[in-house]
Structure formats: structure tokens, C-alpha cells
């Protein structure tokens, strides 16, 4: 556990309390990454930044000092999960002379063009307030601090109107089947 004074110390920069505080949580904090991605280089990566980023936090809010491993351990998953997100929405990288123009026009793309119809037909069901969650969470990637702080919302709302909107939006897609 981390001691109150070594928090408040770390808050104000000093570098013998934030070396305390690394000390302490980095090994629990690296093998939960680690656990998570599979890869020592990515899960480095996490971790650098997870402190950047908890150490900015602190220097803005309180924190709870009492399971401060565990807030960090929410601010590393909460860093994962914008990279998958990232890494899904940049798709897959293929070389341009292995693609056989000949086999490509044979394709039918003709249900791609018509889920997305159905998908934006779809999201103009949706509320305006639903559309900007959505568009900023997930085609976007922003993380739910950002997308409260650009839509002026809690984190909490902008969790909770992206659940709703995905509720909705399923439930108008399966109309739609």
C-alpha cells in the first residue's frame, strides 16, 4: 500500500517519491500488462505510459489511496483497450502485388454496400447526443475522459450513453433483419 504522504509528494513532483512509488507498483503493474498483451516490448510501452498518465491525473484530481495499484491497473486496461480498438479500425495491412485484380472483380460487394446502408440507416434512428458518443468512442477511438470532456459530460454519462446507444442501434439493426 502506498502511503498518503508519498502520494501527495508524487503529486507535487517530488522525483524520491515518485522513484517510491514506481518502485512499488511497477513489477504487479508490468506482469498485469504483460498478462494481457503477450508481448514485453507493448507491455513496456503500457506501462510508461500508464504512469504518464496516472501521474497527470494525480497532478489534477485525488485519487483513491487505498487501492492506488488498482486505479492503475484500470488506467493500463483502459490504454489497451484504445489500441485493439486502434489497431482494428487501421485493418489490415496487404500488399498491393499479391491482390489479383481478376479474383477482386469477382468479389461481390454487393452485401458490404448494403450492411452499410443498413448501418447508417440505422444511426440516424438514433438520438443526436447517441450519434456524437458513438462517433467519438468508436469510429473515432477517442477514450471516455476525452469523449466527456469534448461532449462536457461525466465519464459515467458517456459510458452510459454509449451502452444505450449500442442497445439501440442493435435492437434497430434486428428489426431490420
Known amino acids: 500500500m502506498i502511503a498518503a504522504d508519498e502520494l501527495e509528494k508524487a503529486k507535487e513532483g517530488d522525483l524520491k517519491s515518485l522513484e517510491k ?7 504487479p503493474l508490468y506482469c498485469f500488462i504483460y498478462c494481457k498483451v503477450q508481448n514485453c516490448e507493448e507491455a513496456e510501452d503500457i506501462t510508461q505510459e500508464t504512469y504518464v498518465k496516472t501521474l497527470n491525473y494525480l497532478q489534477e484530481r485525488q485519487v483513491f489511496r487505498k487501492n492506488f495499484l488498482g486505479f492503475m491497473k484500470t488506467v493500463a486496461l483502459n490504454i489497451i483497450r484504445d489500441r485493439w480498438r486502434q489497431k482494428k479500425r487501421r ?7 499479391d491482390i489479383n485484380p481478376e479474383k477482386m472483380a ?37 477514450s471516455v475522459a476525452d469523449t466527456a470532456k469534448l461532449v462536457g459530460k461525466t465519464e459515467a454519462a458517456v459510458r452510459t450513453a454509449q451502452y444505450r446507444a449500442l442497445q439501440t442501434l442493435a435492437q434497430i439493426l434486428d428489426g431490420n433483419d
Request: aromatic residues 4%; proline residues 0%; contains cysteine.
Open 91 to 97: 485493418g489490415i495491412a496487404l500488399n498491393i502485388e
Open 21 to 27: 512509488l514506481c518502485l512499488a507498483t511497477w513489477k
Open 106 to 142: 469477382g468479389m461481390d460487394h454487393q452485401k458490404e454496400v448494403a450492411e452499410r446502408l443498413q448501418i447508417d440507416q440505422a444511426l440516424t434512428k438514433l438520438s443526436e447526443n447517441q450519434r456524437v458518443i458513438l462517433d467519438l468512442r468508436i469510429i473515432k477511438g477517442y
